[in-house]
């Protein structure tokens, strides 16, 4: 009997953690020694038992075998652990390459769902016309932006390991003689031996220009050839199904908040965004020239062979004599000429030199200039690739790689702007002013042509370096070209004034005018960011009064009628809980989407989604089906934070398969093939209300416990390990707004990291179950939400990411981390109503989604789980036992050596428990 796909690489996928675990057995025998080794694998097998048998005994045994350690070797069993939790997910990675490749060696009968092969073959077979393709994909826009969000635990030196087993674990299913699998297991053994004798510790917190390294990375390393291969690809299958060519447009692009993104973090300013500009060019040229080498290499042509266009042979005879430069050696090669002058030009470019390249489009018209006159003597059903490779590249990524967006509180705005209005005699207090007033004194500041600031004025430090940013953001435009920073994203967005502030700051700089005859020239998107529960219910009304604004409404005139807004799923979570969170941004955005239409305004919402479940997290694809459908057209972005970078965007096998998936997820919906736009009356009026009251429900359960219960605080702080995040050393930025102890200034990465390595994932799942158990109470209508489920994306989205999150959780092992509660009576209380509501939502869930087992409807995860649990769950034992001894010597006075040491050991357990959990914050 042939053995499916899934099942083959499944059965692969053990193979490989048993073949790793194998060699890391023989690495920890020669570090450790017999002691280690069988310390691990007692303690291994162990937890093991325990999950299948649930037996008091072992879990004692377990207790037990923990508290003995000692150091040294408590250290190498954190590490042993951390360790094979690392290489079980490349051996998922290698899984999941497996499986695309297993499915491309089908015939064409058998396709992988989600593939852009499935995409090209769904909307051909539904009778998607020409017309209606060529509409579709100018619609199509999805935009991902890396962040410096501090969740990424692991070293970019671990990634770069990472990186090479995986090629290696590749290799190896490729290799088919005895030698070769002998080098490729020695090679594999040197790097595991090479990973445990490296730092898995920052030993301090990078620097801004270290994070735009890092995420320069990935551009350099996946992204550079994903995208163009991408596009290409979906050219190709288009023209395989409908005989017919389009040229698609560039409609995936990455951003980036690194070195951008100043909201609570000091430490970028404006010359660090200039800094960071001039790596992303220099990168980029970078790469540009290594491909214009390749095409060198490649168009040998010669002109005794073929007869090439009239106008390349100008352009080289001009360009020899500006550059005084001859291009190549053999004058028939015309094309390898071209190429060098080309080249040539590049490096004045790179010096910014009045030879160079004055922007992108003149390199593009270069090549497209080859690509003519190739057109003359090629055939023209075999392109060369690589040519139109490189025209995609300079498409996409221009001469500034990425868009940087830059990001602010709308409180540092107005405090800035107050002080300058003070001190030019317009507003002696602008901050007390009501809104209405606030917002005459902008308008009135706006439509006059005259400047506020002067440059003889001096202001405070931070009002300057709230001018030199917007004077930098101008010389970047006017530098690098528009595309380099388009947008200006405010924070904490409350009010229209918020809005306007910052027009007035990028009038004063020359990026904003109005002129005598009332036309308006703007070079630069203000975008409101919409992150707490409130603001996402008030949200509709400022946008309308927003858009109601004659000067406002010419501004959009001036930017295309397009007007960027972002929303919050970090914040709006630990404000109103999940459940609450997504059902108000649902919403939020059906009505902000009615009342743009109304002014033909054109909207692109920017999902401020985090890794983790608990800040919106989830597969790209299904993130982009549980928003309302109608929004799909418009343009989407989301941002792509800390661990998500490395769990998708490391192997290029993995980062095409997540972005072929998005793709044809948006096309399918854009297109009306999906469920949810087939259905337009989903949900309906009644259905619609049964989500209000689940989301009204579940608000008043988590507010009670959250905001309500004066012990929450304690718990929280106590029960998990909090403040000994900071010291990981994973991002620039600060963890609290402005250094406060409120629960407020409290960022939502450290909310959610906390509870998730105490294995509690509150932030994910807490008061759904509420929601859900008293509107079928209420109704007796649990038929209702069983048909929802099947019907509606968004609510099977969300009851799906439930499931995950209540399978990620461990009651059982959270319950040791709240003996480290002082007071008793708090600790009781309130683990009681988690586990209360746990039980709950759990018995919810399983109702609506009619099951016997959470995840059954993903078995493959399920097993994953299951696999990983008894990894992680002696990293959590152990991390008990370290933040409990670390937080009695620190009350003791204890020297810096021990405290150090211990805090040494508890970081290394928490970068074990993410890697085993696949998400930090």
């Known amino acids: 009997m042939e053995v499916k796909t899934d099942e083959k690489s499944t059965i692969s996928l053990r193979r490989d953690v048993e073949y790793l675990n194998k060699i890391l057995d023989k690495v920890l025998y020669h570090e450790g020694g017999e002691e280690l080794l069988e310390k691990v694998n007692k303690i291994r097998s162990l937890t093991t038992s325990l999950r299948d048998a649930q037996d008091p005994s072992i879990y004692m045994q377990i207790k037990e075998e923990i508290d003995q350690l000692q150091p040294p070797l408590r250290e190498n069993v954190i590490r042993a652990f ?118 898995e510790i920052r030993e301090k917190k990078p620097s801004v220009m270290k994070e735009v390294s890092n995420g320069l990375y990935f551009f350099d390393k996946v ?79 010669s002109t005794k062979k073929v007869a090439v266009s009239e106008e390349i042979e100008d352009s080289i005879q001009q360009e020899r004599k500006t550059l005084n430069y001859n291009g190549w050696h053999k004058e028939d090669e015309v094309y390898r000429i071209k190429l060098g002058l080309m080249l040539r030009k590049l490096e004045y470019t790179e010096q910014e030199h009045e030879l160079g390249y004055q922007n992108a489009e003149a390199l593009l018209n270069d090549l497209y200039m080859i690509q003519n006159s190739l057109e003359q003597h090629h055939p023209n059903k075999t392109p060369i690739k690589l040519l139109r490779k490189v025209i995609r590249q300079v498409n996409v990524f221009g001469f500034h790689l990425a868009t940087l967006d830059i990001r602010n509180h709308s409180g540092e705005h107005e405090t800035a702007l107050a002080e300058i209005l003070r001190d030019v005699n317009i507003a002696p207090d602008y901050k007390a002013l009501d809104e209405e007033g606030k917002l005459d004194v902008l308008i009135k500041v706006l439509e006059d042509p005259r400047p506020l600031i002067s440059i003889y004025d001096e202001f405070s430090a931070e009002t300057q370096e709230m001018i030199n940013t917007f004077r930098m953001i101008k010389e970047v435009k006017d530098t690098f070209g528009e595309r380099a920073i388009e947008v ?93 969170a997504n059902w108000e941004l649902y919403q939020a955005q059906e009505e902000i989407h009615s009342i743009a239409s109304s002014f033909n305004v054109k909207l692109k919402y920017f999902h401020g989604r985090g890794g983790s479940l608990g800040r919106g997290g989830g597969p790209l694809n299904t993130s982009l089906l549980s928003q309302p459908p109608i929004t799909l057209g418009d343009g989407v972005k989301i941002t792509e934070q800390g661990e998500v970078l490395s769990s998708r965007y490391l192997l290029t096998d993995i980062a095409y398969r997540s972005l072929e998936q998005a793709t044809t997820t948006m096309m399918t919906a854009i297109a009306g093939l999906n469920d949810a736009t087939k259905q337009v009356d989903i949900p309906s009026q009644t259905e ?218 508890v970081l290394l357990t928490i970068n074990g428990v993410a890697a085993g959990l696949r998400n930090t914050g």
């Open 82 to 199: 951390s360790v094979n939790l690392h290489l079980f997910n490349i051996a998922e990675q290698n899984y999941r390459v497996r499986r695309r490749r297993e499915y491309q060696a089908q015939d064409d009968t058998i396709i992988q769902p989600g593939s852009l092969e499935d995409g090209a073959k769904r909307l051909f077979e539904n009778n998607v016309s020409p017309e209606q393709i060529g509409e579709l994909l100018e619609q199509l826009s999805l935009e991902l932006v890396i962040t410096a969000h501090p969740t990424e635990a692991t070293r970019r030196t671990m990634h770069r390991i990472h990186q090479r087993v995986a090629s290696l674990l590749k290799a190896w299913d490729h290799s088919y003689t005895r030698y070769a699998k002998k080098v490729i297991q020695e090679t594999i053994e040197n790097e595991i031996t090479i990973l445990w004798q490296s730092s």
């Open 223 to 301: 992204l550079f050839d994903v995208l163009p291969r991408l596009h290409q690809d979906l050219e190709d299958l288009l023209y395989e199904k409908y005989n017919q060519q389009w040229h698609v447009p560039s409609f995936l692009r990455f951003g980036s908040w690194i070195g951008g993104d100043r909201d609570g973090n000091p430490n970028v300013t404006a010359n660090t965004t200039l800094q960071t500009l001039k790596e992303h060019r220099a990168l980029v040229l970078s790469k540009y020239k290594d491909s214009l080498d390749r095409l060198k290499e490649l168009l040998s042509q």
């Open 488 to 580: 200006y994203l405010i924070s904490m967005t409350a009010s229209v004034s918020d809005l306007l502030e910052v027009l007035v700051f990028a009038k004063e700089v020359g990026l904003y005018r109005v002129y005598p005859d009332g036309h308006v020239k703007s070079r630069l998107h203000v975008a409101p960011l919409l992150e707490t529960i409130d603001d996402l219910k008030h949200g509709p009304d400022m946008i309308k009064h927003l858009f109601s604004i004659p000067l406002y409404r010419r501004h959009l005139q001036a930017r295309g009628d397009l007007q960027e807004i972002m929303l919050g799923y970090s914040d709006s979570s630990k404000d109103g809980g999940t459940l609450t």
């Open 688 to 905: 619609r209300q049964a989500m209000g009251k689940i989301s009204d429900y579940a608000l008043e359960k988590y507010q009670s416990l959250v905001f309500q219960d004066d012990g929450f605080l304690k718990y929280f702080n106590q029960a998990t390990p909090l403040n000994e995040l900071g010291a990981l050393n994973i991002g620039s930025r600060p963890m609290k707004r402005k250094g406060s102890d409120r629960f407020e200034d409290l960022r939502a990465i450290p909310w959610v990291f906390a509870w998730t390595q105490s294995r509690q994932l509150l932030p994910a799942w807490f008061a759904a179950g509420t929601g859900f158990y008293k509107f079928i109470e209420e109704t007796g209508d649990l038929a209702l939400l069983q048909e929802l489920y099947q019907k509606w994306p968004f609510f099977q989205s969300t009851i799906n990411n439930l499931q995950m999150a209540l399978t990620k959780a461990d009651l059982t092992t959270a319950k040791e981390y709240t003996k480290m509660v002082e007071d008793t009576a708090i600790q009781t209380r309130i683990y009681d109503q988690i586990v209360e509501e746990y039980n709950l939502t759990k018995a919810m869930v399983l109702k609506i989604a009619q099951q016997e087992e959470l995840m059954e409807h993903k078995p493959n995860i399920k097993e994953s789980v299951r696999l990983r649990n008894p990894l992680v769950d002696p990293l959590n034992l152990i991390q008990v036992n370290l933040i409990s001894q670390l937080r009695k010597e620190n009350e003791n006075g204890s020297d810096h050596e021990v405290l150090n040491s211990l805090l040494t050991e």
